[in-house]
């Protein structure tokens, strides 16, 4: 694969159609300015600010883009929230469409076939594998991913954390809570 994408690139360079430089300039920002941490700002507003939350349901790409995180292929945002009935997953079984807006580039398990095929016919068993046991009777709904629509999992805010401010809040919230394979963490100091 390291070989097939370098010599698409040589090609593509000899060309003309692309500039290397601008390519190691688009994956220096995913890998080192665009991560998880956008997607953990969104939600910890959403957690503290209830008209946050109402707008990141009713137009996520809309509330997303005010904090000036935008798609670069303009694709549509569609927030999903967990709550006492429904724990949330998204996937992508064709390829690996994912948020890179909010989350950054895709670990590599999104991408594996094993991934894709199971988190839509085993899902509760996929979640046991990421360490994850839900309440018994908790509805599991998955979300398949295109290239038009990418999906942001909003986890349940954790018991204990009235008193946080949205920096504190946005800490607990993990890249894989916001895929739906893990959960937000606890506060530190809560047993
Ligand atoms: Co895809």
Redesign the pocket.
Known sequence: MEARVRALETILTQKGLIDPKAIDAIVETYETKIGPRNGARVVAKAWAEPDFADWLKRDATAAIASLGYTGRQGEHMRAVFNDAETHNLVV?T?????PWSVLGLPPVWYKAPAYRSRAVIDPRGVLAEFGVTLPAGRKIRVWD???ELRYLVVPERPAGTDGLDQEALADLVTRDAMIGTGLALEPEGRA
């Not at 064709?94 to 994912?98: E, T």
Request: glycine content about 0%.
């Open positions: 992508c064709l390829c690996s469409c994912y991913s295109t290239a």
